[in-house]
């Protein structure tokens, strides 16, 4: 099933070939191209450092949209300080950055309030934030984050990240910690949806926000991504972490082969639960299938990914996945999904 290098190289060269044939104001004829007839055809290229253009024949009307993910704030007031043992080492964690552009010093909060800055001129459709918004679940990160994201008057969307709910050595296993501490102090970022699997309608672009922030995926979860793919819409995934493609470390964690305890080298230094000996559960193994094998029937047409703090690309048998850089450094990604013309 894979073939990231072949696909890459292909993925390249349609891309490249796709946007210049664009440009010129019609989609390339590809006499070999399979029947695409109900997975629609799509084609995608990048925009400089920061942009990717998603071109689909099921899209009806131009979609912009910010990506934003990994800001790991740090600010916290005296709420905070019965909880200092289990923060302590993440609120020191990234309080000094350089900006990604500039090189220049820069901090999370800065970062955060420039791509804010930046997104009231770019004027999206939406924001959408994937997780590490926080680098603990810092009530006083969460209050900031929401009225800077409430400021800009632009619709804003917002999935956990796997530092958002953890306090460090708490006693709980990752799913536990995960819903006692998205519920006690990141409910207010949800606005009433399912933290685990929820979805938003921006002009005809159906965009799923799926929690994959303890690598897992629950039964539950992948019910209801069956469900939402049941609708014949054209389609965007957004979760903190990676899916699993060939050639990535395990950080690429969901569905990934070799994610277990073996391969777990942070569960100390992080205070938690380690990963399992037996890898991913079926069900997470059933999901990584489900978006490689069927995301064409799905009209899916890409995923998109935090938490590895570095922008990357890949193709696996044509399901596109890209990876963003941590916007503590001020980094994000516009992505516009356009009709063809
Ligand atoms: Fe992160
Ligand atoms: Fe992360």
Not at 117 to 135: M, N, Q, T, W, Y
Not at 158 to 187: F, P, Q
Not at 188 to 201: A, C, E, I, M, Q
Request: aromatic share 10%.
């Amino acid at each position: 099933m894979a073939r990231n290098l072949q696909s890459r190289r292909s993925f390249i060269k349609t891309g490249i070939a796709g946007s210049v044939a664009l440009a010129a104001g019609g989609f390339p004829a590809m006499a070999s191209q399979p029947s695409s007839s109900e997975a629609g055809r799509t084609a995608i290229c990048t925009q400089g450092d920061l942009g990717v253009r998603i071109y689909s024949d099921k899209v009806k009307e131009p979609v912009k949209l910010m990506l934003i993910s990994d800001t790991h704030l740090w600010m916290s007031d005296s709420r905070e300080d019965p909880f200092r043992e289990y923060s302590n080492r993440m609120s020191k964690a990234y309080n000094h950055t350089k900006h990604f552009q500039t090189l220049e010093e820069t901090h999370p909060e800065e970062a955060f309030r420039k791509t804010l800055e930046i997104a009231r001129k770019v004027a999206p459709d939406a924001i959408f934030h994937l997780g590490d918004l926080v680098s603990f679940p810092s009530e006083a990160g969460v209050e900031w984050a929401r009225e800077q994201l409430d400021a800009t008057g632009i619709p804003w969307y917002y999935v956990c990240g796997n530092h958002d709910w953890h306090y460090e050595g708490m006693e709980g296993t990752e799913i536990e910690l995960r819903n006692e501490w998205t519920a006690k102090r990141l409910s207010t970022l949800f606005k009433g949806r399912n933290p685990l699997l929820y979805s938003v309608d921006v002009k005809g672009l159906k965009v799923v926000m799926l929690d994959d922030s303890v690598y897992e995926i629950l039964p539950e979860q992948l019910s209801l991504f069956r469900e939402e793919m049941k609708e014949d819409k054209p389609s965007l995934m957004m979760s903190h972490i990676p899916l699993y493609a060939p050639g990535f470390p395990v950080s690429y964690g969901c569905g990934h082969p070799d994610w277990n305890a073996d391969t777990d080298r942070n569960y100390k230094i992080e205070r938690r639960q380690r990963w399992p000996a037996g890898g991913h559960s079926e069900t997470t193994f059933d999901f990584w299938k489900e978006v490689i094998c069927s995301h064409k029937e799905h009209n899916l047409l890409a995923t998109f990914a935090g938490h590895v703090h570095a922008q990357s690309s890949s193709l696996v048998d044509d399901w596109p996945q890209f990876t963003l850089k941590a916007n503590l450094t001020g980094a994000y990604r516009i992505v516009e999904v356009l009709p063809i013309p």
